[in-house]
Protein backbone atom coordinates (compact mmCIF):
# COMPACT_ATOMS: atom_id res chain seq x y z
CA UNK A 1 0.00 0.00 0.00
CA UNK A 2 2.93 2.44 0.87
CA UNK A 3 4.60 1.57 -1.99
CA UNK A 4 1.17 2.88 -4.00
CA UNK A 5 1.01 5.73 -2.05
CA UNK A 6 4.51 6.71 -3.03
CA UNK A 7 4.42 5.59 -6.59
CA UNK A 8 7.83 3.20 -5.54
CA UNK A 9 8.52 -0.20 -6.47
CA UNK A 10 10.63 -1.92 -3.24
CA UNK A 11 13.02 -4.89 -4.21
CA UNK A 12 13.04 -7.93 -2.14
CA UNK A 13 16.64 -6.02 -0.89
CA UNK A 14 14.57 -3.23 -0.06
CA UNK A 15 12.02 -5.33 1.80
CA UNK A 16 14.31 -7.52 3.60
CA UNK A 17 15.96 -3.98 4.96
CA UNK A 18 12.94 -2.43 5.80
CA UNK A 19 11.24 -5.51 7.87
CA UNK A 20 14.68 -5.68 10.01
CA UNK A 21 14.01 -1.97 11.07
CA UNK A 22 9.97 -1.95 11.20
CA UNK A 23 8.42 -1.95 15.34
CA UNK A 24 5.35 -3.72 14.23
CA UNK A 25 4.28 -3.03 18.31
CA UNK A 26 4.69 0.81 16.78
CA UNK A 27 3.18 0.35 13.86
CA UNK A 28 -1.05 1.42 12.98
CA UNK A 29 -2.91 1.03 10.28
CA UNK A 30 -6.23 1.60 8.14
CA UNK A 31 -8.33 -0.82 6.71
CA UNK A 32 -11.11 -1.03 4.57
CA UNK A 33 -12.60 -4.14 5.08
CA UNK A 34 -9.72 -6.82 4.98
CA UNK A 35 -7.97 -4.15 2.59
CA UNK A 36 -5.14 -1.70 3.94
CA UNK A 37 -5.86 1.81 2.98
CA UNK A 38 -3.23 3.89 5.26
CA UNK A 39 -0.86 3.53 8.19
CA UNK A 40 1.54 5.03 10.10
CA UNK A 41 4.58 3.91 12.08
CA UNK A 42 7.79 4.82 14.74
CA UNK A 43 10.93 3.79 15.03
CA UNK A 44 12.71 4.03 18.32
CA UNK A 45 15.36 7.23 17.91
CA UNK A 46 17.11 9.66 20.11
CA UNK A 47 17.89 13.24 18.90
CA UNK A 48 20.29 15.95 20.72
CA UNK A 49 18.28 18.98 21.28
CA UNK A 50 20.34 22.12 22.77
CA UNK A 51 21.92 20.94 26.09
CA UNK A 52 20.49 17.28 26.03
CA UNK A 53 20.07 14.46 24.03
CA UNK A 54 16.50 12.97 24.32
CA UNK A 55 14.21 10.08 23.15
CA UNK A 56 11.86 10.73 20.16
CA UNK A 57 9.19 9.23 17.89
CA UNK A 58 10.05 8.97 14.66
CA UNK A 59 7.47 9.08 12.58
CA UNK A 60 7.45 7.00 9.39
CA UNK A 61 5.57 5.11 6.50
CA UNK A 62 2.68 7.26 6.48
CA UNK A 63 0.56 7.13 3.76
CA UNK A 64 -3.50 6.64 2.42
CA UNK A 65 -3.95 4.53 -0.61
CA UNK A 66 -4.88 6.70 -3.85
CA UNK A 67 -8.39 5.10 -3.67
CA UNK A 68 -8.96 6.63 0.14
CA UNK A 69 -7.69 9.95 -0.38
CA UNK A 70 -9.77 12.93 1.26
CA UNK A 71 -11.87 10.47 3.78
CA UNK A 72 -9.67 11.71 7.00
CA UNK A 73 -7.83 8.76 7.54
CA UNK A 74 -4.33 10.83 7.58
CA UNK A 75 -6.11 12.71 10.42
CA UNK A 76 -7.20 9.39 12.10
CA UNK A 77 -3.84 8.07 12.21
CA UNK A 78 -2.06 11.27 13.64
CA UNK A 79 -4.68 11.88 15.94
CA UNK A 80 -3.88 7.87 17.23
CA UNK A 81 -0.48 8.04 17.10
CA UNK A 82 -0.52 11.22 19.53
CA UNK A 83 -2.72 10.20 21.68
CA UNK A 84 -1.04 6.83 22.31
CA UNK A 85 1.96 8.26 22.84
CA UNK A 86 0.49 10.71 25.06
CA UNK A 87 -1.52 8.29 26.98
CA UNK A 88 1.50 5.84 27.17
CA UNK A 89 4.04 8.19 28.50
CA UNK A 90 5.98 7.61 25.82
CA UNK A 91 8.14 10.08 23.62
CA UNK A 92 7.52 13.67 24.38
CA UNK A 93 8.35 14.87 20.74
CA UNK A 94 7.88 13.07 17.31
CA UNK A 95 9.82 14.17 14.41
CA UNK A 96 9.37 13.70 10.59
CA UNK A 97 10.78 14.68 7.69
CA UNK A 98 7.70 15.43 5.54
CA UNK A 99 7.55 14.58 1.97
CA UNK A 100 5.33 17.28 1.36
CA UNK A 101 5.69 20.77 3.90
CA UNK A 102 1.98 21.83 3.49
CA UNK A 103 0.65 18.20 4.88
CA UNK A 104 1.82 18.20 8.40
CA UNK A 105 1.18 22.11 10.18
CA UNK A 106 -2.19 20.99 11.03
CA UNK A 107 -1.15 18.02 13.13
CA UNK A 108 0.99 20.43 15.34
CA UNK A 109 4.08 19.72 13.48
CA UNK A 110 6.33 22.79 12.73
CA UNK A 111 9.67 22.99 10.81
CA UNK A 112 12.46 22.62 12.61
CA UNK A 113 15.71 22.20 11.11
CA UNK A 114 17.03 24.07 7.61
CA UNK A 115 19.70 22.48 5.30
CA UNK A 116 21.19 24.06 2.74
CA UNK A 117 21.58 22.55 -0.84
CA UNK A 118 25.22 23.59 -2.01
CA UNK A 119 26.33 23.11 -5.33
CA UNK A 120 29.88 24.11 -5.37
CA UNK A 121 32.01 25.21 -8.57
CA UNK A 122 35.00 23.39 -7.72
CA UNK A 123 36.87 25.34 -10.47
CA UNK A 124 36.42 28.31 -8.10
CA UNK A 125 37.11 26.41 -4.63
CA UNK A 126 40.79 28.11 -3.04
CA UNK A 127 41.20 27.70 0.47
CA UNK A 128 41.31 31.13 1.99
CA UNK A 129 45.53 31.64 3.18
CA UNK A 130 46.23 30.48 6.28
CA UNK A 131 43.80 28.02 6.35
CA UNK A 132 44.61 24.92 8.95
CA UNK A 133 44.51 21.45 7.68
CA UNK A 134 47.01 19.97 9.97
CA UNK A 135 49.32 17.32 9.04
CA UNK A 136 46.58 14.87 8.76
CA UNK A 137 46.21 12.11 5.93
CA UNK A 138 43.20 11.12 4.28
CA UNK A 139 42.69 7.09 3.54
CA UNK A 140 39.63 5.74 1.41
CA UNK A 141 38.25 2.47 3.12
CA UNK A 142 36.29 -0.47 2.30
CA UNK A 143 33.07 -0.38 4.23
CA UNK A 144 33.90 -3.36 6.56
CA UNK A 145 37.09 -1.18 7.36
CA UNK A 146 35.18 1.74 7.61
CA UNK A 147 32.09 1.32 9.39
CA UNK A 148 33.13 0.38 12.95
CA UNK A 149 35.80 3.52 12.43
CA UNK A 150 32.95 5.94 11.09
CA UNK A 151 30.22 4.72 13.57
CA UNK A 152 32.73 6.49 16.16
CA UNK A 153 33.32 9.67 14.55
CA UNK A 154 29.55 9.82 14.26
CA UNK A 155 29.00 9.24 18.02
CA UNK A 156 31.11 11.81 18.84
CA UNK A 157 30.36 14.47 16.92
CA UNK A 158 26.04 13.24 17.23
CA UNK A 159 25.99 13.81 21.16
CA UNK A 160 26.94 18.12 20.75
CA UNK A 161 25.05 18.69 17.36
CA UNK A 162 21.56 18.93 17.67
CA UNK A 163 19.18 17.65 15.61
CA UNK A 164 21.29 14.69 14.88
CA UNK A 165 19.78 11.34 15.65
CA UNK A 166 21.60 7.84 17.47
CA UNK A 167 22.07 5.56 14.96
CA UNK A 168 21.54 1.08 16.27
CA UNK A 169 23.32 -0.98 13.52
CA UNK A 170 19.72 -1.35 11.42
CA UNK A 171 20.00 2.43 11.12
CA UNK A 172 23.60 2.08 9.81
CA UNK A 173 22.41 -0.98 8.00
CA UNK A 174 20.06 1.81 6.13
CA UNK A 175 22.53 4.63 5.76
CA UNK A 176 25.33 2.26 4.52
CA UNK A 177 22.96 0.56 1.91
CA UNK A 178 25.10 0.23 -1.28
CA UNK A 179 22.90 -1.95 -3.47
CA UNK A 180 23.13 -0.84 -7.30
CA UNK A 181 19.26 0.23 -7.69
CA UNK A 182 20.00 2.80 -5.07
CA UNK A 183 22.75 4.41 -6.39
CA UNK A 184 20.97 6.67 -8.35
CA UNK A 185 22.90 6.49 -11.44
CA UNK A 186 26.22 6.94 -9.42
CA UNK A 187 28.94 4.89 -8.51
CA UNK A 188 29.46 2.73 -5.69
CA UNK A 189 29.48 4.46 -2.03
CA UNK A 190 33.06 5.57 -0.84
CA UNK A 191 34.49 6.49 2.79
CA UNK A 192 37.46 8.71 3.03
CA UNK A 193 38.43 9.12 6.46
CA UNK A 194 40.60 11.52 7.92
CA UNK A 195 43.40 10.86 10.73
CA UNK A 196 45.21 13.33 12.56
CA UNK A 197 48.99 13.41 12.90
CA UNK A 198 48.59 11.30 16.24
CA UNK A 199 46.79 8.42 14.05
CA UNK A 200 43.29 9.18 15.53
CA UNK A 201 40.24 9.01 13.16
CA UNK A 202 39.12 12.17 13.30
CA UNK A 203 36.04 12.78 10.43
CA UNK A 204 34.82 10.82 7.84
CA UNK A 205 33.34 11.49 4.01
CA UNK A 206 30.70 9.71 2.18
CA UNK A 207 30.57 10.32 -1.15
CA UNK A 208 29.70 8.63 -4.78
CA UNK A 209 30.49 10.01 -8.32
CA UNK A 210 27.99 11.03 -10.99
CA UNK A 211 29.27 11.04 -14.72
CA UNK A 212 27.37 13.11 -16.62
CA UNK A 213 26.80 15.66 -19.30
CA UNK A 214 24.41 18.31 -20.21
CA UNK A 215 22.77 18.84 -23.54
CA UNK A 216 25.27 21.02 -25.27
CA UNK A 217 28.22 18.12 -23.88
CA UNK A 218 29.48 20.31 -21.21
CA UNK A 219 30.72 17.88 -18.24
CA UNK A 220 28.32 18.34 -15.41
CA UNK A 221 29.87 15.43 -13.27
CA UNK A 222 28.89 15.80 -9.65
CA UNK A 223 30.99 14.26 -6.18
CA UNK A 224 27.40 13.91 -4.31
CA UNK A 225 28.60 13.81 -0.67
CA UNK A 226 25.88 12.11 1.23
CA UNK A 227 27.16 12.59 4.63
CA UNK A 228 30.20 14.44 6.38
CA UNK A 229 31.29 14.91 9.63
CA UNK A 230 34.73 16.08 11.75
CA UNK A 231 35.52 15.75 14.98
CA UNK A 232 37.82 18.63 14.45
CA UNK A 233 38.17 22.06 12.51
CA UNK A 234 40.91 20.33 10.95
CA UNK A 235 39.87 17.21 10.05
CA UNK A 236 36.45 19.45 8.46
CA UNK A 237 38.78 21.66 6.25
CA UNK A 238 40.49 18.51 4.99
CA UNK A 239 37.98 16.89 3.60
CA UNK A 240 37.20 19.60 1.82
CA UNK A 241 40.07 20.16 0.45
CA UNK A 242 40.08 16.18 -0.28
CA UNK A 243 36.21 16.41 -1.92
CA UNK A 244 37.68 19.84 -4.20
CA UNK A 245 40.99 17.70 -5.29
CA UNK A 246 39.00 14.77 -7.18
CA UNK A 247 39.88 15.26 -10.49
CA UNK A 248 37.63 14.86 -13.30
CA UNK A 249 34.62 15.94 -11.50
CA UNK A 250 34.16 19.63 -11.87
CA UNK A 251 30.99 20.14 -9.60
CA UNK A 252 30.35 18.83 -5.52
CA UNK A 253 27.07 18.57 -3.81
CA UNK A 254 25.97 18.41 -0.74
CA UNK A 255 23.09 19.00 1.69
CA UNK A 256 24.74 21.21 4.56
CA UNK A 257 23.68 23.50 7.82
CA UNK A 258 22.02 26.75 7.26
CA UNK A 259 25.40 27.52 8.93
CA UNK A 260 27.81 25.40 7.57
CA UNK A 261 31.33 26.99 7.86
CA UNK A 262 32.61 26.16 4.37
CA UNK A 263 31.38 29.36 2.91
CA UNK A 264 34.35 30.80 5.26
CA UNK A 265 37.35 28.56 4.08
CA UNK A 266 36.81 30.09 0.52
CA UNK A 267 38.44 33.18 -1.19
CA UNK A 268 35.17 33.38 -3.40
CA UNK A 269 32.46 31.89 -1.46
CA UNK A 270 30.20 32.34 -4.62
CA UNK A 271 31.92 29.52 -5.58
CA UNK A 272 28.80 27.91 -3.44
CA UNK A 273 25.63 28.04 -4.89
CA UNK A 274 22.90 27.13 -2.00
CA UNK A 275 18.87 26.73 -1.62
CA UNK A 276 17.41 26.62 2.08
CA UNK A 277 15.03 24.27 2.14
CA UNK A 278 13.06 22.78 5.00
CA UNK A 279 13.94 18.93 6.59
CA UNK A 280 13.00 17.81 10.48
CA UNK A 281 9.66 18.55 11.18
CA UNK A 282 9.07 18.56 14.87
CA UNK A 283 5.63 18.22 17.40
CA UNK A 284 5.96 18.36 20.91
CA UNK A 285 3.44 15.65 22.02
CA UNK A 286 3.39 16.66 25.59
CA UNK A 287 4.69 20.28 25.78
CA UNK A 288 6.17 20.36 29.72
CA UNK A 289 7.83 17.32 29.27
CA UNK A 290 9.38 18.35 26.22
CA UNK A 291 10.31 22.03 27.11
CA UNK A 292 11.69 20.45 30.74
CA UNK A 293 13.66 18.21 28.59
CA UNK A 294 16.08 20.84 26.81
CA UNK A 295 18.66 23.68 28.20
CA UNK A 296 18.36 27.33 27.10
CA UNK A 297 20.95 30.06 26.35
CA UNK A 298 19.55 32.50 29.15
CA UNK A 299 17.73 32.66 32.43
CA UNK A 300 14.48 32.21 31.78
CA UNK A 301 10.67 32.67 33.64
CA UNK A 302 8.02 33.08 30.85
CA UNK A 303 4.59 31.93 30.85
CA UNK A 304 3.46 30.72 27.63
CA UNK A 305 -0.34 30.58 26.48
CA UNK A 306 -0.39 27.30 24.47
CA UNK A 307 -3.32 26.91 22.31
CA UNK A 308 -3.35 22.69 20.44
CA UNK A 309 -6.64 21.88 18.83
CA UNK A 310 -5.00 18.53 17.91
CA UNK A 311 -3.26 17.52 21.09
CA UNK A 312 -5.85 19.56 24.12
CA UNK A 313 -3.96 18.42 26.45
CA UNK A 314 -1.39 20.54 25.99
CA UNK A 315 -3.57 23.90 25.71
CA UNK A 316 -3.21 26.47 28.92
CA UNK A 317 -0.69 28.24 30.48
CA UNK A 318 2.67 26.44 30.77
CA UNK A 319 5.40 28.43 33.03
CA UNK A 320 8.84 27.64 32.15
CA UNK A 321 11.72 28.43 34.23
CA UNK A 322 15.38 27.47 33.76
CA UNK A 323 18.62 28.43 35.01
CA UNK A 324 21.67 26.88 33.83
CA UNK A 325 20.95 22.27 34.05
CA UNK A 326 17.53 23.82 36.45
CA UNK A 327 14.51 23.84 33.99
CA UNK A 328 10.77 23.38 35.18
CA UNK A 329 8.19 23.78 33.37
CA UNK A 330 4.37 23.27 34.80
CA UNK A 331 0.89 24.39 35.11
CA UNK A 332 0.18 28.16 36.08
CA UNK A 333 -3.00 30.21 36.32
CA UNK A 334 -0.07 32.96 36.17
CA UNK A 335 -0.96 36.10 33.36
CA UNK A 336 0.55 34.79 29.90
CA UNK A 337 3.66 36.25 28.36
CA UNK A 338 3.59 35.08 24.98
CA UNK A 339 1.08 33.43 23.04
CA UNK A 340 1.22 30.89 20.23
CA UNK A 341 -0.23 27.34 18.70
CA UNK A 342 1.59 23.82 19.44
CA UNK A 343 2.94 24.13 15.62
CA UNK A 344 4.81 27.55 16.34
CA UNK A 345 6.66 26.13 19.67
CA UNK A 346 7.57 22.49 17.81
CA UNK A 347 9.00 24.67 14.93
CA UNK A 348 10.94 27.16 17.90
CA UNK A 349 11.99 23.79 20.01
CA UNK A 350 15.86 23.06 18.80
CA UNK A 351 16.53 26.19 18.36
CA UNK A 352 16.66 26.86 14.62
CA UNK A 353 13.51 29.10 13.63
CA UNK A 354 13.13 31.53 16.06
CA UNK A 355 10.16 32.99 18.04
CA UNK A 356 10.86 36.56 16.81
CA UNK A 357 10.93 35.38 12.80
CA UNK A 358 7.16 33.63 13.57
CA UNK A 359 5.90 37.23 15.64
CA UNK A 360 7.14 38.68 12.51
CA UNK A 361 4.66 36.59 10.85
CA UNK A 362 1.80 37.16 13.21
CA UNK A 363 1.93 33.42 14.70
CA UNK A 364 3.00 34.04 18.45
CA UNK A 365 1.42 36.82 19.98
CA UNK A 366 3.78 38.94 22.67
CA UNK A 367 1.58 40.21 26.03
CA UNK A 368 4.18 41.25 27.99
CA UNK A 369 6.69 43.68 26.27
CA UNK A 370 10.27 42.42 26.55
CA UNK A 371 9.12 38.78 26.73
CA UNK A 372 9.65 37.84 22.97
CA UNK A 373 12.96 39.35 22.52
CA UNK A 374 14.17 37.51 25.93
CA UNK A 375 12.39 34.14 25.31
CA UNK A 376 13.76 34.19 21.92
CA UNK A 377 17.66 34.58 22.59
CA UNK A 378 16.77 31.71 25.59
CA UNK A 379 15.50 29.08 23.06
CA UNK A 380 18.35 29.38 20.83
CA UNK A 381 21.85 27.50 20.29
CA UNK A 382 25.31 28.83 18.92
CA UNK A 383 24.58 26.21 15.89
CA UNK A 384 21.70 26.23 13.61
CA UNK A 385 20.31 22.46 14.46
CA UNK A 386 20.98 20.05 11.24
CA UNK A 387 20.03 16.45 10.39
CA UNK A 388 22.93 14.62 8.64
CA UNK A 389 20.83 11.87 6.79
CA UNK A 390 19.34 14.34 4.24
CA UNK A 391 15.62 13.45 3.39
CA UNK A 392 15.31 10.05 5.09
CA UNK A 393 14.67 10.48 8.83
CA UNK A 394 14.10 8.60 10.20
CA UNK A 395 15.22 5.34 8.73
CA UNK A 396 19.46 6.95 9.21
Known sequence: MIADTYGNDLSDEDLTRERAAVELDRTIAAFDGHTPVGGAA??????????????????????VAPTHRRRGILTSLMRRQLTDLHDSGGEPIAVLRPSEAAIYGRFGYGPATRQSRLRCDKRAMAFRPGTDFGDGTIELLDHDRARPVIEGVYDQVRTTSIGWPDRARRFWDSRLDDAPHSRGGATALRCAVHRDAAGDTTGYALYRISRERDALGNDTSTVRIVE???VTRRAYASLWR??????LVPWIEYE??????LPYLLNDPRALHSTVVDRLWGRLVDVGRALAGRRYSTPLDVVLNVRDEFCPWNTGHHRLQADGSRVVCERTTAPADLQLTAAELSAAYL???????L???GRVQELRTGALAHTTRAFRADHEPFYPGGWAFPAY
Do not use: H, K, N, Q
Open 351 to 357: GGTTLAS
Open 42 to 63: IYTRCLTVPGAVLPVAGVTWVG
Open 242 to 247: FAAGID
Open 228 to 230: LAA
Open 256 to 261: AAADEP
Open 359 to 361: AAA
